[in-house]
């Protein structure tokens, strides 16, 4: 197990509704990473955040956004919630921003939208 | 586009054969390799990486993988396979200019008993 953890497991939300998902990183780690996973995919990259700055970002709109705190906890917000943002979201901490570093993953918060 | 591909959906094996998980990369450059595993309803785990130097790389659970810088493949093998293997797998690239890890669809690995 890797020391990240995410909150809440599971969610159910209406159409239209907001959601912030949390993630506390591992000890050490600097940088967070978002990623979106839908029924059968891989990973989407979202956004990532290095010493609480926006630091990359994927091809998410911007009712999808993110903070970073000083003890490198995050946070995942989305805005005006539609039935395709169902799917897992997944909080990665990684000890660098560097292409080379691996990224530690939590277990993931599973978005239902009704 | 830079990309991962995972051509195979599902991998069957019995188990104590050896396995293998396809992997090939489209990255302009030097790329960096990831296999990551997900178990049911869990986040993803590292498995191994390919940054430089020895092309032949081990990683963790008995898995290795080769870099095959002419055939840009990067395949998942390990020579005998347990029940608890079965799991999704996923192959992932980063490269200098993006630092940002893309993953390909994943492939689900069965061993049989």
């Known amino acids: 197990e890797t020391g990240v953890t995410q909150s809440p497991t599971h969610l159910i939300k209406t159409r239209g509704q907001q959601v912030t998902l949390r993630c506390s990183s591992q000890?050490?780690?600097?940088?967070v990473s978002w990623y979106q996973q839908a029924l059968g995919q891989g990973p989407q990259f979202i956004f990532q955040?290095?010493?609480?700055?926006?630091?990359g970002r994927g091809n998410f709109p911007p009712r999808f956004s993110g903070l970073q705190f000083p003890n490198y906890s995050s946070e995942l917000n989305v805005n005006a919630l539609e039935l395709d943002d169902s799917a897992l979201y997944l909080c990665?901490?990684?000890?660098?921003?560097?292409?080379?570093?691996?990224?530690?993953f939590g277990p993931g918060t599973r978005l239902t939208v009704l | 586009a830079q990309s991962v591909a995972q051509p195979e959906d599902q991998v069957n094996v019995a188990e104590g054969n050896p396995l293998t998980v396809k992997c090939t990369y489209s990255?302009?450059?030097?790329?960096?390799l990831f296999w990551y595993v997900q178990y049911p309803n869990r986040g993803l785990q590292f498995l191994l990486k390919?940054?430089?130097?020895?092309?032949l790389v081990k990683g963790s659970y008995g898995f290795e993988a080769e870099f095959n810088k002419s055939q840009t493949s990067f395949h998942l093998k390990k020579p005998s396979a347990l029940v608890s293997d079965s799991a999704l797998y996923f192959c992932?690239?980063?490269?200098?200019?993006?630092?940002?890890?893309?993953f390909g669809r994943g492939t689900s690995l069965i061993v049989h008993p």
């Open positions: 990665a901490s990684s000890p660098g921003q560097g292409s080379e570093d691996t990224q530690y």
């Open positions: 000890s050490g780690h600097n940088t």
């Open positions: 955040y290095y010493r609480e700055e926006e630091n």
């Open positions: 990255v302009s450059g030097n790329p960096y």
């Open positions: 390919y940054i430089t130097g020895d092309n």
């Open positions: 992932a690239f980063s490269s200098g200019g993006s630092y940002i890890p893309t």
